[in-house]
Structure formats: structure tokens, C-alpha cells
């Protein structure tokens, strides 16, 4: 009877042990599910204008978060700004469309990005050492496919010179974009915005990396077959990460996880003239309550950093001098 009595006790004891185990074990991984990112960034979208940007000094009407933001006046105020939240957030790496009228002022954070200028003069830019990505390719806009013949020759510069390609479709513009702005909006439409328009570019230039501006939201299903065809095709979650509600953004985020694709997601702002989108971006990635902290490491700097082949010591620099700084 004494014999049974301790075994009792022994199995009731390792019982309790198991469950104590198995619910620290839960809070650990829940607390470690709701921890901040705090390292480097690479944010792979933004715009410098020049003064006469229809843009400037625009109020974002609502977004489908029910949110306004109030423009910046003049292409000064946008720079200083924008610089002001690289610092302020841990951007060490931008992709800035037309970024040569800032790389001055921030040189190794800058990347240059270009797409209106024809095929020589991109390539005399590269030639420079004043181009580093074809970006914001956006024939969306005008209606146009990215394997129209006019289109290609980009792809092909690309290939040639080894840069990336950042390539717009939707969300284009605000949210109801075309009724708001149809003088520079009036071109895009919504059966144009697939991702699969790539295929055909991805198949005659297949070493080009091309990453897909605004995630291709909310075409998810094609998405996934495209970067299941080709795995030299990334995306940005630029504009979707602050224009969504957040549970949208949620479940378009867990599908492509879901389907294997968390390697190829990177952060982006494309804060245009509202340079406070670049924290509501990074808060909204943090706010993906099912992440863990190393996929939103994964999006909001690693996969960049992959993408953009920087080298293991540039990576190692970004780590240690922002590791664990409070934003």
C-alpha cells in the first residue's frame, strides 16, 4: 500500500512537472510571437521628389484603415524627413527612386534607383556608379503590360548589368485612386495588375531578380505560383503594410508564409510624401502577432540584405551597431 502510495505521488508530481514545462514552453513562445524587431531595416521603397510633385503637399485621403496623413509642403521638407526617420527607425539600406539628388547626404544608406530615362543613359548611370536598382518601373499606370516590347529592353539592361528590378502594380495610387486623381491615374486598371504579366519576362530573362512593389496584393493565388515558378522573384510589402487593415494584411502575410515563400518578403514603405509611413510600415510588420521574431527579422532586413547580395561584412556592421536599439 505505501508502495503504490509514492508511485502515486511520483506520476502525479512528473504530471505537473510536464504541464508547468509545457505552459512555460507556451509563454516563452508567445512572448518571444510578440517581441519588437529593434535591429537594421532595409526599406526597399522609397521616392525623393523634386518641387512641382503634384504629391507634395497632398493630405492621404483615408486609407482602408480609416487613417489621413498630412503631406510634407516641399521636396526639403520630404528629404529632411525622411532622413530624419532612416535614423530614427534603423534604416541602414534604402532603395530611393531618383535617390542621386540625395546620395550626398546619406551615402551608405542610399541606393539609387531609376526607370524614366532611356536604355543609354540608365546604362551611362550605372557606368557612373550612380545606379544600383531599375525601380519604379510602373507601365501599370499607363496601362501597359511588363512584356510589352517597349518594356523589355528594362528587363534586359537588368539582366545585363546584374541589378535588380523593382517592378509597380497594385495598390497603385490611393485607395480609390482613379476617382481621386484620374489626371494621373486615368491609365491603370485592375485587370492589368496581375503578377503573372512577369512570366513571360521571367522565362526570356530568366537570371533576372525582379521584386514585385506593393506584394501584388491582392492577386495571393497567382502570387504564389509565380514565386513557385521562379525563384528569382521577391516582393516588397510596401503600401499594403499601412493602406490595409492590419487583419488583411495579416492574412496575406500567413499565406504566403504558409506556402513556403517567407524567404522572399521584404519590408518597404514607399513613403512618398508622407515620411511617417515608414514607422507605421515597421509598427504594422511588428504587429503580425503569429510572427515569430526571426520572420520579422526575415522581412524587415534579412531577406533585403539577401536579395541585394551585401556582404557578410556589411551585415555583420548593420547587426552589431543596431542590435537591441530602442526605436
Keep these: 500500500m505505501k508502495t503504490q502510495f509514492w508511485t502515486f505521488l511520483t506520476i502525479l508530481f512528473l504530471l505537473i512537472s510536464c504541464n508547468n514545462q509545457t505552459k512555460n514552453k ?154 481621386l486623381m484620374p489626371e494621373f491615374l486615368g491609365g491603370m486598371r485592375t485587370y492589368n495588375a496581375n503578377p503573372l504579366q512577369l512570366e513571360n519576362v521571367l522565362v526570356k530573362y530568366p537570371n533576372v531578380k525582379v521584386y514585385i512593389m506593393h506584394g501584388a496584393w491582392p492577386y495571393i493565388e497567382d502570387l504564389k505560383a509565380l514565386m513557385y515558378a521562379h525563384p528569382n522573384v521577391y516582393i516588397d510589402v510596401s503600401v499594403v503594410n499601412w493602406i490595409l487593415p492590419q487583419e488583411e494584411l495579416n492574412t496575406y502575410l500567413k499565406s504566403l508564409i504558409n506556402a513556403g515563400f517567407g524567404d522572399r518578403i521584404m519590408f518597404g514603405s514607399d513613403q512618398m510624401s508622407w515620411p511617417q509611413l515608414i514607422r507605421v510600415g515597421i509598427e504594422s510588420i511588428n504587429n503580425v502577432e503569429f510572427l515569430t521574431l526571426e520572420q520579422k527579422e526575415d522581412i524587415l532586413y534579412d531577406n533585403a540584405a539577401k536579395f541585394l547580395n551585401l556582404s557578410d561584412k556589411e551585415i555583420k556592421m548593420h547587426k552589431e551597431n543596431l542590435k537591441n536599439t530602442p526605436k
Design 26 to 179: 507556451t509563454t516563452s513562445l508567445a512572448d518571444k510571437n510578440s517581441e519588437h524587431y529593434n535591429g537594421p531595416i532595409i526599406d526597399m521603397h522609397i521616392h525623393a521628389f523634386t518641387d512641382g510633385n503634384p504629391m507634395l503637399g497632398m493630405n492621404h485621403p483615408p486609407t482602408l484603415r480609416g487613417r489621413t496623413y498630412k503631406g510634407v509642403s516641399s521636396s526639403i521638407e520630404q528629404k529632411e524627413k525622411t532622413l530624419e526617420s532612416f535614423q530614427n527607425n534603423g534604416i541602414v539600406k534604402a532603395i530611393v527612386t531618383s535617390g542621386q539628388m540625395w546620395f550626398d547626404d546619406a551615402p551608405e544608406t542610399i541606393l539609387i534607383a531609376d526607370a524614366n530615362k532611356g536604355i543609354d543613359e540608365l546604362r551611362n548611370q550605372y557606368r557612373e556608379g550612380k545606379l544600383h536598382v531599375i525601380a519604379e518601373m510602373s507601365p501599370f499606370y499607363e496601362g501597359t503590360l511588363a512584356d510589352d516590347e517597349s518594356i523589355l529592353p528594362y528587363f534586359k539592361l537588368a539582366e545585363e548589368l546584374n541589378i535588380p528590378v523593382g517592378f509597380h502594380i497594385l495598390p497603385g495610387g490611393p485607395n480609390y485612386g482613379f476617382h
